[in-house]
């Protein structure tokens, strides 16, 4: 008597592995579709760095990126924490520069594609972004004058190809910035105001061609989008490497469905860019960390930001800017949603390594415990054990 509904199971195993179609509704399809690789669109013009596109000015970029010297004890470069081979990341809980840092090294593979930068989103442009590591004490802790003196030392011809001529710093300080220590602040402020403008300028440059580097870092194709790219041509159902397993299946369900990913992490890249809290835990013995409702101050007093001198273009670039949301209970502890493109290879997880495993996260978003400050948004999601690790099989076909 047991035989017909184990029967039943066996075949309706076959025919997701391959025997038939997949069983995906008409909005599946769309779904699925949407989040394919495939339907990324090309990278718009960044029209506030009018060298983001110039293969000169890229090349300039990754030899920065690379660079150690462009650090306050010449050991620390970009790549230090954005590793070329793990996938721009390096794998801690919280990313280690010159010290330890408080929050986890984001990757970089599409990243041109976002509107705010950092887990908090507290630049608005890569190129501001690219600055901010080089004067952070924890991470870089280097000066603006000091770079700007680097680059005329070492890179002078090649810079001036790209960006003009390079101003007179016979005069400038060795060391200044308005973010150092009590020395360098005080030598920036003896600096007369076109001398600041000068650095500053040099210093907005750099960070316009380490973004144009950053910009050739696309996400690789993976398994998913084979399986997407099969799906759609609706002729056969995906073979062989294409094809995903029942238990594969099942979690792109969940995802898609019942346990509510897609709302935030969507699109090609699988992030909707925005900045969400999601009652993530705070780590012990770290500062406060407020997540979004903290940023806002910072993106408005950042000189390099869409409304500063230092931007190309007009501003109309500067929507994001001009219309972001100031205030309100949803900004605190809100951080930016992540990419899910090869995060099964790049534990751990959230803005500082809270979770160890791709399992520790979907069961904290089984249970969504309360947030230690304002609302979280999530809720639980009554999963049973076998959706919980068809929905982590599903998640490693994003870095396949």
């Known amino acids: 008597m047991n035989r017909f509904p184990r029967l039943f199971a066996l075949l309706a195993m076959a025919v997701l592995a391959g025997c038939g179609k997949p069983e995906f509704s008409d909005a599946d399809k769309k779904t699925i579709a949407s989040l394919a690789l495939s339907a990324l669109p090309p990278l718009k013009a960044d029209t506030t760095n009018r060298f ?111 960006f003009g001529p390079l101003p007179d710093l016979s005069n400038v300080p060795a060391n200044a910035s308005p973010l150092g220590g009590d020395a360098e602040k005080a030598a920036w402020n003896a600096m007369s105001g076109a001398q600041a403008e000068d650095v500053n300028r040099v210093f907005a440059n750099i960070g316009k061609a380490i973004a144009a580097f950053e910009r050739s870092i696309a996400p690789p194709q993976t398994r998913f989008d084979r399986f997407a790219a099969a799906l759609d041509t609706g002729i056969q159902a995906p073979q062989g490497d294409d094809a995903l397993s029942p238990e ?58 869409c409304f500063g001198a230092f931007r190309d273009g007009g501003a109309s670039a500067c929507g994001e800017l001009r219309f972001m949301v100031k205030a309100g209970p949803e900004l605190v502890r809100a951080y930016k949603t992540p990419s899910l493109r090869g995060a099964a290879t790049r534990p751990p997880y959230m803005h500082a390594g809270q979770f160890s495993s791709f399992e520790e996260v979907v069961a904290h978003y089984s249970k969504a415990p309360a947030s230690v400050e304002g609302v979280s948004e999530i809720h639980p999601l009554q999963l049973s054990d076998r959706e919980r690790a068809a929905l982590v099989a599903f998640l490693k076909t994003l870095a396949e």
């Open 52 to 162: 983001a596109d110039l293969p000169a000015a890229a090349a300039l970029g990754a030899t920065l990126f690379f660079d150690a010297g462009m650090s306050g004890d010449g050991k620390v470069s970009c790549s230090t924490c954005h590793k070329i081979d793990r996938q721009f990341q390096d794998d801690l809980p919280r990313a280690v520069g010159v010290g330890r840092t408080n929050r986890r090294t984001m990757p970089l593979a599409g990243v041109a594609h976002d509107a705010w930068f950092f887990w908090d989103g507290r630049r608005d442009s890569l190129w501001a972004q690219a600055l901010a590591p080089l004067e952070n004490p924890l991470e870089q802790a280097g000066n603006r004058a000091a770079y700007a003196h680097y680059i005329k030392a070492r890179f002078g011809e090649r810079y001036e190809r790209i």
């Open 248 to 305: 594969e299946i099942l979690g792109l369900k969940l995802f898609i469905g019942k346990a509510n990913c897609v709302t935030c992490h969507n699109g090609p890249r699988f992030t909707d860019g925005g900045f969400h809290n999601t009652g993530v835990p705070s780590v012990a013995n770290l500062p406060p960390d407020r997540g979004r409702i903290d940023a806002v101050r910072q993106v408005e007093a950042d000189p390099f930001n």
